[in-house]
């Protein structure tokens, strides 16, 4: 069985930040594997380690400067990886799901893979519909909001889906399928040493529109990011200042005023 | 071509919040639009459904009697005959689970785009405005768009729709093609049980990512004991096993309101603050003063809690 998973460097933020039009400053931005498709990762690697799965490749939507990020996932034992990047996405603020789900259904259709892992959504944009996009674009069936796989698989795969509430869907799934997987579903590992310096040697295609068989419109996005700020805070909180034995001594008086521990 | 079309969503026999939520929603934007507002109710009782999704500014509701529980391969054919058949602007959908189990299917079907996780909408008829979030909620933004759009709506933004409408139910039957369902729904399992219930406690000690180590955790432990409090963790705590489900506060773990929710640690996403914002009285501890968490805080502490909890707890003892 060969799983492909598709993965992104995802732009994290620290506590003070600045805009620069509808863009972070490059300066405030800091990037990351996807939290969700470490977890997605981990999960295809593991079914390889369980003789399930042949194959792992890890598909990524990036310029050249993420591969260090993406060969994250090489290290942690995907086989071989591409990355698909064109001067028509470069130009787009905001890749929406539509133009994700065009480049990310090529690689599917050209790779064919039994199962494709996503992460439930990323932790950017988060706009948690590609995984399910893509594979209504192909012909797959999914499921959203995986988290737990049952390590047998025949025609189709058994799962659960974490719904709200503390419930669990129990669900079967035919494949080929895309799955969306959920952070929890496992413990991702930090990558050795060793699958660093593997990584280094795997390989990382790199397609670009054309070799996909994509026209330059059809990833054109139909959403325009028009303004981006920081949310006003609607808080009347209350802050207490000083050191951390003041601060602890005045949440102290409001705990006894409230009754508690007593 | 102005007309909302709202999705309702339920289950195990019940219509959950939301769909009012999104029904508010809708209302809304057909106000805008100028148009009606339509429901659809699928799988399930559907005629009880439609009753409780008959509010106040629903013109029609429609209902298909196909299934029991939410099947992604029915919901995904129906929504796109029926918007085939009624021609909105605006397709909303609940930004659930379940919701993002079919609506991008169905975006994608009718070629149309799809927006998010959305907590405001404008639209003059023509043009939609949505806002939404990026960055773990330290930004927010608009993004615009033409034309027909498949939208889902976030939970609690907007109050649920009451009263009761006059709309016209209609029952409407598309052509379900069975060899497309590939999944198949076997059952439901409560997860979040076990032997202590945070939606009892009255004090709350909540943990977050912010403890970094699970060995941590036992200053956490220790000022719940000192307190006489039960502890909560947030979802990366539980992701990490260092607690279990039950313990978990938020979206998919538990809805709390305790006298007095004690969050350490926890920056405030969306999904958490949805399980703890009916707490009578908040406090956060956490290093960053624009955590999320500090909208809703009643009452916080800016500075590290692996200075504050051994001191409150030193109080206590």
């Known amino acids: 069985m060969k799983i492909l998973v598709t993965v992104k460097e995802v732009g994290t933020v620290e506590d003070e930040f600045d805009i620069e039009g509808t863009t972070i400053a490059d300066r405030s931005l800091n990037v990351d594997l996807n939290e969700w498709d470490d977890y997605a990762i981990e999960e295809a690697v593991q079914l390889q380690e369980a003789g399930i799965a042949d194959e792992v490749v890890a598909v990524t939507i990036g310029p050249e400067d993420c591969e260090q990020t993406i060969r994250q996932a090489l290290a942690k034992g995907a086989d071989r990886a591409i990355r698909v990047w064109d001067d028509a996405i470069a130009d787009s603020d905001l890749l929406d799901v539509g133009a994700k789900t065009e480049i990310l259904g090529a ?25 399910v996009s893509v594979a209504d674009a192909v012909g797959y069936e999914w499921a959203a909001v995986v988290n737990h796989l049952e390590r047998e698989f025949d025609d189709a795969v058994s799962l659960r889906r974490e719904l709200e509430g503390g419930v669990e869907e129990l ?51 139909t959403l325009e990011l028009t303004e981006m700020y920081e949310p006003e805070s609607e808080s009347d909180v209350t802050v207490w200042e000083g050191g951390a034995d003041d601060t602890a001594s005045e949440l102290a008086a409001l705990l006894r005023e409230k009754g508690v521990a007593q | 071509m102005t007309d909302v079309l709202v999705v309702a969503e339920h289950r195990r026999g019940e219509v959950r919040d939301a769909s009012y939520e999104v029904i508010t929603a809708g209302r809304e934007l057909a106000a805008e639009t100028g148009g009606e507002l339509h429901v659809a109710v699928i799988s399930g009782t559907v005629d009880g459904f439609a009753e409780k999704c008959n509010r106040d500014g629903v ?9 029991e529980e939410f099947n992604h391969g029915v919901y995904s054919q129906t929504v796109t005959k029926l918007f085939d058949e009624l021609a909105p602007q605006y397709v909303l959908v609940p930004n659930s689970v379940n919701g993002l189990d079919y609506a991008p299917a169905v975006a994608n079907r009718l070629g149309l785009p799809i927006v998010t996780d959305t907590i405001d909408l404008e639209s003059d008829g023509d043009a939609l405005t949505a806002t939404r979030e990026m960055y773990g909620g330290k930004v927010e933004t608009t993004v615009a768009l033409e034309g027909e759009a498949v939208v889902t709506i976030r939970g609690a933004e907007w109050p649920a729709a009451e009263g009761t409408g006059d709309a016209t139910v209609e029952s409407f039957d598309p052509e379900i093609d069975e ?15 076990g032997d202590v219930d945070i939606s009892d406690a009255e004090v709350l000690v909540s943990v977050g990512r912010g403890i970094d180590e699970e060995e941590n955790l036992e200053i956490i432990r220790d000022l719940a004991d000192a307190l006489g409090a039960t502890v909560s963790s947030s979802r990366p705590i539980v992701d990490n096993g260092w607690l279990p489900k039950n313990r978990q506060v938020g979206q998919s773990g538990k809805v709390v309101t305790p006298d007095v929710y004690i969050a350490i640690g926890i920056s405030g996403a969306v999904q958490h603050v949805a399980g703890m914002k009916g707490s009578d009285t908040i406090v956060a501890i956490n290093t960053d003063p624009n955590a999320p968490i500090m909208d809703i805080a009643d009452y916080a502490i800016h500075d590290d809690l692996f200075d504050v909890v051994p001191a409150l707890t030193a109080e206590f003892q």
């Open chain 2, 59 to 67: 013109d029609a509701v429609h209902t298909v009697d196909h299934g």
């Open chain 2, 179 to 193: 060899s497309a369902l590939g999944s198949n729904v076997t059952g439901f399992e409560e997860v979040a049980g």
């Open chain 1, 107 to 131: 690689v599917v259709e050209d790779e064919a893979p039994d199962l494709v892992l996503t992460g439930v959504q990323a932790d950017d944009d988060s706009f948690g519909a590609t995984g």
């Open chain 1, 171 to 221: 669900t079967t799934v035919e494949l080929p399928a895309v799955l969306t997987i959920q952070t929890g579903i496992n413990e991702p590992r930090y990558a050795s040493l060793r699958g660093i310096r593997q990584a280094q040697r795997k390989e990382l295609a790199v397609a670009d529109l054309a070799e996909l068989g994509i026209d330059e419109d059809t990833v054109e996005p």
